[in-house]
């Protein structure tokens, strides 16, 4: 069983529906939960970092932990073309390196 | 952009051919980390450095090796290539050490083995 799940997609939607993107996790020692957006050809980029269970907002992205479920996700509001592309979960423990999950692929149709 | 730059962008070797990529940091981040992704696949950390030593590795052989240079540069050297070496090798760098910072990745080098 690998550490991280995430269902790869592809994710179709039309422009302004809400995505729920998600991953599970099963070491119980991660403390560090990121997500992040990948661009064909580019190396991934930073959308939200979160540590504690919750909730965390950053204008059409919500970032959601639930330390007891062992479940991530993300939500984008408003869903924008230029959203469509690959998006990553990855998670840590305090001292050990960042574990990524495969990746969903995100497509918005105009 | 993340101010992570790499070189060159692509790269075609064959099997058992040695290969050496290369990155520069963000100026004043101590911490770089290197990544193999395959097609399809999440990055997958390969190591890490911190000031020139290393300080974290993956689950990759020796023939992964790499060096940290005071200049905020880096690299990653691959000996003997194998067809399942090709991938998209990224960088990140951070401020502080083992990855108590935000990561920001490079653009990445495309590597084929034929």
């Known amino acids: 069983q690998k550490e991280v799940e995430q269902d790869p997609g592809p994710l179709s939607v039309p422009e302004g529906a809400i995505v729920s993107l998600n991953c599970t996790y099963s070491?119980?020692?991660?403390?560090?939960f990121m997500w992040y957006r990948q661009y064909s050809r580019k190396g991934p980029e930073l959308l939200m970092y979160?540590?504690?269970?919750g909730n965390k907002e950053d204008g059409r992205f919500t970032a959601q932990v639930d330390k007891s479920s062992k479940y991530i996700s993300l939500f984008i509001r408003d869903s924008q073309p230029s959203d469509s592309a690959t998006y990553l979960c990855a998670m840590r423990t305090r001292y050990q390196k960042v574990t990524f999950g495969t990746g969903t692929k995100l497509q918005v149709i105009p | 952009e993340t101010g992570v730059t790499q070189s060159p962008t692509h790269l075609i070797k064959t099997r058992g051919q040695q290969v050496t990529l290369r990155c520069s940091s963000q100026s004043g981040h101590n911490t770089v980390s290197w990544y193999q992704q395959a097609l399809g696949q999440g990055p997958q950390f390969i190591f890490q450095y911190y000031r020139e030593e290393e300080n974290g590795r993956g689950n990759f052989p020796p023939r992964f090796s790499g060096l940290q240079f005071p200049n905020y540069s880096s690299e990653l050297n691959v000996n003997a290539l194998e067809l399942d070496d090709s991938a998209l090798y990224l960088c990140?760098?951070?401020?502080?050490?083992?990855?108590?910072?935000?990561?920001?990745f490079g653009p990445g080098t495309r590597l084929t083995v034929l």
């Open positions: 990140a760098s951070s401020l502080g050490d083992f990855n108590t910072d935000t990561q920001y």
């Open positions: 070491n119980s020692a991660f403390q560090y």
């Open positions: 979160t540590y504690s269970s």
